[in-house]
């Protein structure tokens, strides 16, 4: 292994390295949900002749709230990113740690705050993930009889516990 990859890195490459990570994996997410659910539908009703009419009629006002949405994604993935490589910049761990510990933390965040929304609207997800799988499905019943709050706390341990590191360094 490389000297440089055992080395931790400096504050800014740290910072660096985390953006860069919490932008790659929320452009994947953002990508994927786009795949997974390429319909204009509302909570499972749709219509082949309003999606048409939609899209010929608003085209640019569909184009520009997804430009909106993505650059949301970005500037999400990016803060959170550069949060969790600061905290482990201060826990002194090396730069392909950072990057790749970065770009996990931020899939446990995002996948925490998934559960805590789809805790508290399950109506939303219905249609897409009833008619996937039996295991999206269960995934789904399973999740709409928790508490919200839960999940939201759980997504908040990471980003609180990189803040203290950093305050525990200087």
């Known amino acids: 292994m490389p000297a440089f990859a055992r080395t ?18 929320f452009l994947a997410l953002y990508t994927l949900c786009a795949l997974l659910n390429m319909q204009l539908g509302y909570q499972g009703n749709e219509s082949r002749v309003v999606t048409e009419y939609v899209w010929s009629a608003w085209r640019s006002v569909v184009l ?19 949060l ?57 019943r399973v999740l709409s009889g928790t508490q919200p709050s839960g999940w939201t706390f759980a997504a908040w341990v990471l980003p609180v516990l990189s803040v203290l590191a950093v305050v525990g360094r200087w």
């Open 8 to 25: 931790p890195p400096t504050f800014a490459r740290a910072l660096l390295l985390g953006c860069r990570a919490g932008l790659l994996v």
């Open 64 to 82: 520009w709230q997804v430009a909106r949405l993505l650059g949301a994604y970005c500037v999400v993935g990016l803060l959170l990113g550069a």
């Open 84 to 140: 969790l490589g600061a905290g482990l910049w201060a826990a002194e761990r090396s730069r392909r740690a950072v990057f790749w510990l970065s770009g996990l933390g931020c899939l446990v965040v995002e996948g925490f705050l998934v559960a805590a929304d789809m805790a508290r609207h399950p109506h939303l997800y219905a249609a897409t993930l009833y008619e996937r799988s039996e295991v999206t499905a269960e995934v789904l």
